[in-house]
């Protein structure tokens, strides 16, 4: 009898991350858990991408665009999910394409900080806008040479979150279970990802993602909430509320879109112990099959 496993799925948007992952759970009988950051957000669900079924998944929906949510509060959440579900015995599927959050995951990432307070993020704002950079600069020189060495000591904000994460807590990680561990990325032909990623946005709109983002606007949230991150929805805000036109902007998301799909094949190229499937040519039985290949 296989033994329960922990399995990562990552890929670029729009390469069939979570059409492998439920078909993977069914055939498992597996949890499934969100990793994908702006998912995270309810009412965001068209321009996310969300799954058809997001009942079905852990850490899906539960934020308001409001709340700040980072890679250290998924790992805690993500740890303390993965404790509560160990007396089930059955595998969990981590699907996402928030990079960072799988690899902070997977790697035991565990000298991560809290996110800041306020109070910490206003102290040391005032403390450059009254006395300058300079001697900020020569705090964190001084705490720590090497994160000095590594941050651009003429920016303020790179500096400021340099010291926030120097005086933050520590965070806590829930403890988990000893369990097997698989990280799979999924590698989509260039051509036909391409085309892929301009027909979701397509569907995206079609599904209602101005409708969305207009709901959302009525509920009081827009372009300064951490939720409005997530590609397209600035520009959609913007052009509801006629500081831009409509010419142009669906084009401009699929542009951030295979931005940001280079960049996460990017990270998948640094990604350790991932296992690459190549999608091209592949339907979701054949992927499936893949995955159940390497540990069976």
């Known amino acids: 009898m296989r033994p329960p496993s922990l399995i990562g799925i990552f890929g670029p948007t729009a390469s069939g991350k979570t059409s492998l992952a439920e078909s993977l759970a069914e055939q498992l009988d597996a949890h499934l858990m969100n990793a994908d950051a702006f998912q995270a957000y309810a009412s965001m669900d068209v321009g996310t991408g969300k799954s058809l079924q997001p009942e079905r998944y852990a850490l899906m929906s539960f934020l308001k665009p409001s709340e700040p949510y980072?890679?250290?509060?998924?790992?805690?959440?993500?740890?303390?999910?993965?404790?509560?579900?160990?007396?089930?015995?059955?595998?969990?599927?981590?699907?996402?394409?928030?990079?960072l959050y799988l690899r902070a995951l997977f790697e035991n990432y565990s000298s991560m900080v809290a996110a800041p307070s306020p109070e910490v993020r206003a102290e040391l704002n005032?403390?450059?806008?009254?006395?300058?950079?300079?001697?900020?600069?020569?705090?964190?020189?001084?705490?720590?040479?090497?994160?000095?060495?590594?941050?651009?000591?003429?920016?303020?904000?790179?500096?400021?979150r340099a010291l926030e994460r120097l005086e933050g807590e520590p965070l806590r990680l829930p403890e988990i279970p000893e369990m097997p561990q698989f990280k799979f990325g999924l590698l989509p032909d260039e051509?036909?990802?391409?085309?892929?990623?301009?027909?979701?946005?397509?569907?995206?709109?079609?599904?209602?993602?101005?409708?969305?983002?207009?709901?959302?606007?009525?509920?009081?949230?827009?372009?300064?909430?951490?939720?409005?991150?997530?590609?397209?929805?600035r520009q959609i805000y913007q052009f509801l509320v006629r500081e831009a036109a409509s010419e142009g902007m669906v084009e401009q998301i699929k542009l951030e879109t295979r931005q940001y799909a280079k960049r996460q094949l990017t990270w998948m190229r640094t990604e350790p112990r991932l296992t690459v499937l190549n999608v091209a040519g592949s339907g979701s039985h054949d992927l499936v099959a893949s995955v159940l290949n390497e540990f069976m």
């Open 126 to 160: 005032e403390e450059w806008k009254s006395g300058g950079l300079d001697p900020l600069v020569e705090r964190l020189t001084s705490l720590a040479p090497r994160v000095a060495l590594e941050t651009d000591l003429k920016n303020p904000v790179r500096v400021i």
């Open 191 to 233: 051509a036909c990802h391409g085309k892929a990623m301009r027909d979701r946005v397509d569907q995206m709109m079609q599904n209602g993602w101005v409708e969305e983002v207009q709901r959302l606007k009525q509920s009081g949230f827009g372009p300064s909430d951490p939720g409005f991150r997530a590609i397209g929805y």
């Open 70 to 99: 980072g890679v250290g509060d998924f790992v805690v959440k993500a740890r303390q999910q993965i404790a509560d579900w160990a007396e089930t015995s059955r595998s969990i599927i981590v699907v996402g394409g928030t990079g």
